[in-house]
């Protein structure tokens, strides 16, 4: 009986970290989305030097490790600027996120047959109309399963700001084991919070992907 | 019928890499003609026109579009483009859209139109190709023949002065080109610009008051389809039009 009610105070305690966990994931995806789709698009339609410009971007971001992205972030940058661990650590993990996310997009916008550019063109839109109207709302369709691969990944990357002291469900699930020397019991309730998250923005993303399906 | 042009075209170039495919093209089209552009496969065709409503950039020579010169530098290119309506051989509707959204993308993101007009000028032109039952559906759940009319009524819905048609058939199963053609005749009737690139002999002899014939980036022979069928200038147009009339019928009725 005690072990149960131990148990229910753990996931309590583990749980009050999984907002804080929620809070840096949709932070750093909404983050990474936003700037991924700006990079895609220079990245496809933008001058040489925008082009080259994202291009190189997303290949330093890619090559460093994300946990050193949130280093610089926390010990460098929030040493000018007022940044919580809790930002920092969103932003990093956005930052890093982006470079990937601009990957997806890019891949999804070269996809959409160039025909689609030309008839818009045809019926008079600008440039900007036309890849706002007609190019995007058919990428995006098509980046959500590459798109919720990421999601999952940021998801659990979301742990690595645990190092800069940000108390999410691994930092918590830490000080559990360290108080009650149950390492198992506190990571293996960390690991099936992050297991049910997962598969429930999988769940959600595969909703949404059915949802908009592009037909061609 | 007035005497300026609604099209001129005056020593047009155009270049792709070292490979010239326009080497100097000259013609007009009036108000309410239609015009058929022949002529074998990779003759520039399909780049004249791209050139037209200026998808592609001419190097050399001008084109006027009423009293404006589209060739100048400075040109609003998309204002041209809205008067000028594109029909493309593979379609390209927007494959996001249903038949009717399709329709009305262009008056209300162009035109600013509000969007109960749009939605009664879009069913109007659907009307006009005969695919008001279709409104709602998405382009993959049209046939062939379906989605053309789409993009039809798509360019017709603004109000183009000139429709381009560039070999609007040839991407479609044969059961499928009577629909398109009868549209096109109808719009004719109704007294639109047309230039049109085809294989379609029935059209042509039917339809065109005027058929040119280009080979390798020049204009060989123009007139009537009455000169060029039986009394054309030159023997390459003779066996040309003979080979093309062989392969897809000179008799537009015979496809129905």
Not at chain 1, 51 to 74: D, E, G, K, M, Q
Not at chain 2, 28 to 35: G, I, L, R, T
Not at chain 2, 164 to 181: K, M, Q, W, Y
């Amino acid at each position: 009986m005690e072990f149960l009610q131990d148990l229910w105070l753990l996931i309590q305690y583990l749980l009050a970290g999984t907002g804080v966990t929620l809070g840096v994931t949709v932070i750093a995806l909404t983050t990474g989305f936003l700037v991924g789709v700006l990079l895609a698009t220079g990245r496809v339609y933008g001058s040489p030097a925008l082009s080259a410009f994202t291009a190189i971007y997303s290949l330093v971001i890619r090559a460093v490790p994300v946990i050193v992205v949130i280093f610089i972030l926390y010990f460098v940058i929030a040493r000018f600027v007022d940044l919580s661990p809790f930002l920092s650590g969103s932003i990093a993990l956005g930052i890093a996120s982006s470079a990937y996310q601009s990957e997806v997009f890019r891949g999804a916008i070269i996809s959409v047959p160039q025909g689609q550019m030309l008839a818009a063109r045809a019926v008079g839109m600008s440039r900007i109309a036309a890849i706002r109207y007609i190019i995007l709302p058919q990428a995006l369709r098509l980046a959500i399963p590459p798109w919720s691969n990421e999601a999952a990944i940021v998801l659990k990357d979301s742990s690595l700001v645990y190092v800069i002291g940000v108390a999410e469900i691994l930092r918590r699930a830490e000080y559990v084991s360290a108080r009650t020397l149950e390492p198992f019991l506190a990571f293996g309730a960390a690991a099936l919070i992050y297991f049910l998250l997962t598969f429930l923005t999988n769940r959600g993303l595969d909703w949404l992907e059915r949802r908009y399906r592009l037909l061609m | 019928m007035s005497d300026q042009p609604i099209l001129r075209i005056d020593d047009l170039h155009k270049k792709y890499q070292q490979t010239e495919v326009i080497k100097g093209i000259s013609f007009d089209v009036q108000e309410k003609e239609v015009v058929v552009i022949i002529g074998p496969s990779g003759t520039g065709k399909s780049t004249l026109l791209r050139c037209i409503n200026l998808l592609t950039r001419p190097d050399q020579g001008r084109i006027w579009l009423e009293d404006l010169e589209i060739t100048a530098p400075h040109t609003n290119v998309d204002k041209v483009r809205q008067r000028i309506g594109m029909v493309f051989q593979e379609f390209n509707l927007f494959n996001h859209m249903t038949a009717l959204q399709n329709v009305t993308i262009g008056m209300t993101k162009v035109l600013k139109m509000d969007r109960e007009e749009a939605h009664k000028q879009g069913m109007w032109e659907l009307e006009r190709v005969g695919l008001v039952d279709r409104a709602d559906h998405y382009p993959a759940q049209l046939s062939g023949g379906q989605k053309q009319r789409v993009a039809i009524a798509r360019a017709l819905g603004m109000n183009p002065h000139i429709m381009l048609f560039d070999e609007p058939t040839s991407a479609l199963d044969p059961e499928l080109i009577g629909e398109v053609l009868s549209v096109m005749q109808k719009l004719a009737r109704e007294g639109m610009t047309m230039l049109v690139v085809s294989h379609e002999m029935g059209f042509a002899r039917e339809v065109s008051n005027r058929i040119i014939f280009m080979e390798s980036g020049y204009i060989v022979e123009q007139g009537s389809p009455n000169k060029l069928f039986y009394n054309p200038e030159f023997e390459r147009t003779r066996s040309f039009l003979g080979k093309i009339s062989e392969l897809y019928g000179e008799n537009q009725e015979s496809k129905g």
